[in-house]
């Protein structure tokens, strides 16, 4: 099994969740920019963690785009937002994700920072449920 987790952070959380997750599984990391369709050929499974700005997942665009290469992989989408995901705004936001994808990835939601808005929600442990399923336990 070979894994790409891609990230695309302004404020930097998903960047941060996405380092740890590299350091508790195998993978390759890189930024979404960078994770064109040839490149998505090498994997067979991809975790991606982006930001949620102004109701949208930032990498709704590229999941989108991307669909293609994708669909045939194991996807794990994580969006990373200043709201809970119990909170109707986080609902909303998923929301938005088509939902031909909405129901063949594996979606995470994780609370990020804005400022010193929620700093202490960002740690290494939030990402332990995100290495279990990758792992299989
Ligand atoms: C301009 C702006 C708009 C935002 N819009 C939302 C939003 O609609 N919903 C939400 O839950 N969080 C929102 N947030 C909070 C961000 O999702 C949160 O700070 C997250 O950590 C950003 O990811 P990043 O640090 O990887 O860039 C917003 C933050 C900013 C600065």
């Given amino acids: 099994m070979k894994t790409l987790i891609i990230y695309?952070?302004?404020?930097?959380?998903?960047r941060k969740y996405a380092e740890w997750l590299h350091e508790a599984v195998p993978s390759n990391l890189i930024k979404f920019s960078k994770a064109n369709a040839r490149v998505l050929e090498a994997y067979d499974t991809v975790v991606m963690f982006g930001g949620t700005y102004m109701?949208?997942?930032?990498?709704?665009?590229?999941?989108?785009?991307?669909?293609?290469?994708?669909?045939?992989?194991?996807?794990?989408?994580?969006?990373?937002?200043?709201?809970?995901?119990?909170?109707?705004?986080?609902?909303?936001?998923y929301a938005n994700v088509p939902e031909n994808i909405r129901t063949a990835v594996r979606h995470f939601h994780l609370r990020g920072k804005a400022g010193k808005q929620n700093a202490d929600e960002v740690t290494k442990?939030?990402?332990?449920?995100?290495?279990?399923?990758?792992?299989?336990?």
């Fill in 8 to 14: 695309r952070s302004f404020l930097g959380s998903s």
């Fill in 55 to 93: 109701y949208r997942p930032s990498l709704l665009g590229y999941v989108k785009k991307n669909w293609k290469a994708l669909q045939s992989k194991r996807v794990v989408f994580v969006t990373v937002a200043g709201a809970p995901e119990i909170d109707q705004v986080s609902v909303k936001v």
């Fill in 125 to 137: 442990e939030k990402i332990q449920p995100i290495a279990d399923y990758l792992l299989g336990k």
